[in-house]
Nanobody
Framework: QVLLVESGGGSVQAGGSLRLSCAAS??????????KAWFRQAPGKEREFVAA????????DQADSVKGRFTISRDNARNTLYLQMNSLKPGDTAIYYC???????????????WGQGTQVTVSS
């Protein structure tokens, strides 16, 4: 049993910053999720990829829309994934979801563990 829970969302002004966290809990919280990622879904739009990270953190990828502004990281000892979001824009407003998978492969699909999401709202 593994539960992923996001936290750290909220409402900020454009140009502000937020740090999201995703903690794994339950009897299998230490499961070796090789790949972890963040996705987001804005009102009326499809869910989109934001960023992903490998087990060691040596390899990361970010969507072009957030590159240079968002940084993904993880602390395996704490079973926690992070997303540091700087220079936020109104277009970043969305529900942010963390995702994880044991398998290696593409960063953009194949995730079978998901959190419930945390709301991020950026006002102009």
């Amino acid at each position: 049993q593994v539960l992923l829970v996001e936290s750290g969302g909220g409402s900020v002004q454009a140009g502000g910053s937020l740090r999201l966290s995703c903690a794994a809990s339950g009897r299998s919280a230490s499961t070796n999720f090789y790949t972890k990622a963040w996705f987001r879904q804005a009102p009326g739009k499809e869910r989109e990829f934001v960023a992903a990270i490998s087990w060691s953190g040596a390899y990361t990828d970010q969507a072009d829309s957030v590159k240079g502004r968002f940084t993904i990281s993880r602390d395996n000892a704490r079973n926690t994934l992070y997303l540091q979001m700087n220079s936020l824009k109104p277009g970043d407003t969305a529900i942010y979801y963390c995702a994880a998978k044991i398998e290696t492969g593409t960063y953009y699909s194949g995730y079978n563990y998901w959190g419930q999401g945390t709301q991020v709202t950026v006002s102009s």
